[in-house]
């Protein structure tokens, strides 16, 4: 019988990370993935979509050739198979990174399902491991909702989820998004850029229902803009045929499909746990900042506590748990985690939206500033979308900001940092933005929420 320091069990973004964390840090670590190490994110979501959205991305810029002085002689096409090759080389080029990464960092990596038989006791392939300290990094998985009709769908490959939709053989001539959230819009984007009609069905009032509203309708109209019928406060009913049958305005509507995506949300993957008695917060697993459970020296990172399905949030969780194990004092703050939709334009966000502090009464100011203002963003053809920066009235310390624009996951760091230090619109004024640059929106939002921004 093997024993460890640490048990992860799971090896996504948050538990490779805080396996790799402890190995640096010369404790005995084991890691335990049934499939291949990276997680959902690498495997099957934030990396090879993006993958698709670039080659998307590309084709869609060569159809507009013309726009940027580009004569092209021939017709424009796509092949859709080697699309899915480079995405899968994406992948695995990466896969095989992290692999080295353990190896090298001196992780025991055990490839199968493991059951947890006690807070120190974890079974795989039929061998039984003990820890000091186990770390849950399970993951969640898309759920298929009761819709009639839908799981036969499903079953017969006519409906997917996200996983799935990653591995169709063609790209959809009519794919209907049940799920107007994140994952489906970013798919909205990548087949719609490929000339597939697309159709949300949202059940709420508006897509990406965490965005800041602003932000949420400008980019419905950019959305419906490229051809993408959107309907919100609609239900889908069912599915029958090639038909997704809903209701909006209280009327019955139907719209044909030869694809349908189910994408509206995941649930935490607790099976193999139940020796563990956790604690549950609809149907996740219940954390501190820290990152504990119930359980003595058990603690669960990502997908499976619930809390934000972020990538970049569990591989932070990873390093906050393994750091507590070291002896600092390391805690979560959610409220400065950052948030991505990578459409086109891009979303992003971090801290507080408007509606936020209107409900908890913080007196604050708001500042925007147009990409139509910005010399680099019209150079690039690239004129859709705003950043609007949220300030404390009075000490104008950055509350939140949300930048819908090209590169905008890349440009909210600096505001994350910003909010880490405590900064204020001070301190990002009177930093020097190189020119031109997108990143000279940031400043002059902070003009803005100062006094007045420059360019406009």
Request: glycine share 10%; charged share 25%; with cysteine.
């Amino acid at each position: 019988m093997k024993n460890y320091d640490i048990i992860v069990l799971g090896g996504g973004p948050g538990g490779y990370v805080a396996a790799i964390k402890a190995g640096q840090n010369n404790l005995k670590v084991a890691l335990i993935e049934k499939e291949v190490v990276g997680g959902i994110c690498l495997n099957h979501g934030c990396i090879p979509t993006k993958t698709l959205l670039k080659n998307a991305k590309v084709y869609k810029t060569l159809t507009h050739a013309s726009d940027y002085g580009v004569t092209i002689d021939g017709a424009i096409g796509y092949d859709w198979s080697k699309m899915m090759k480079r995405k899968n080389l994406v992948v695995k080029k990466l896969t095989t990174g992290v692999a080295g990464l353990l190896k090298k960092n001196g992780v025991d990596v055990y490839n199968g399902l493991g059951t947890v038989l006690a807070k120190d006791k974890v079974e795989v392939n039929g061998e039984t491991l003990t820890c000091k300290n186990l770390i849950l990094a399970t993951g969640a998985s898309p759920i298929v909702p009761p819709i009639d009709g839908l799981k036969d769908a499903y079953e017969k490959g006519f409906a997917r989820t996200s996983r799935e939709m990653l591995q169709i053989e063609q790209a959809p001539k009519n794919l209907v998004i049940i799920g107007g959230g994140v994952i489906g819009v970013e798919f909205a984007t990548i087949f719609s850029s490929l000339g597939s009609k697309v159709t949300i069905i949202e059940k709420l009032d508006g897509i990406l229902p965490m965005m800041d509203e602003d932000i949420r309708t400008s980019y419905t109209k950019i959305l419906k803009r490229e051809g993408i019928d959107i309907f919100v406060n609609a239900e889908v009913s069912s599915v029958k045929g090639k038909k997704v049958v809903y209701k909006l305005e209280g009327k019955e509507q139907e719209v044909e499909a030869d694809s349908i995506l189910v994408s509206v949300g995941m649930r935490a993957n607790t099976k193999g746990l139940e020796a563990l008695n956790l604690k549950m917060e609809r149907s996740a697993i219940l954390t501190d900042d820290k990152l504990r459970t119930n359980i003595e020296n058990v603690y669960a990172i990502g997908d499976v506590n619930g809390k934000y399905m972020l990538a970049h949030v569990a591989s932070h969780e990873g390093l906050v748990v393994v750091e507590n194990l070291l002896g600092h004092d390391k805690s979560m703050n959610y409220m400065r985690m950052p948030n991505a939709v990578y459409g086109s334009p891009e979303i992003a966000s971090v801290g507080m939206t408007e509606k936020e502090l209107k409900e908890k009464d913080i007196k604050y100011r708001s500042s925007t500033f147009p990409l139509m203002a910005s010399g680099k963003a019209l150079a690039d053809n690239e004129k859709d979308g705003f950043i609007k920066l949220l300030v404390s009235e009075k000490y104008k310390e950055i509350l939140g900001a949300h930048i819908l624009a090209y590169n905008a996951s890349d440009l909210i760091a600096e505001l994350g940092v910003t909010m880490e230090l405590e900064g204020t619109a001070y301190e990002i004024a009177n930093t020097v933005h190189p020119h031109p640059t997108l990143s000279e929106i940031v400043m002059e939002a902070a003009h803005g929420a100062i006094d007045k921004p420059i360019h406009i």
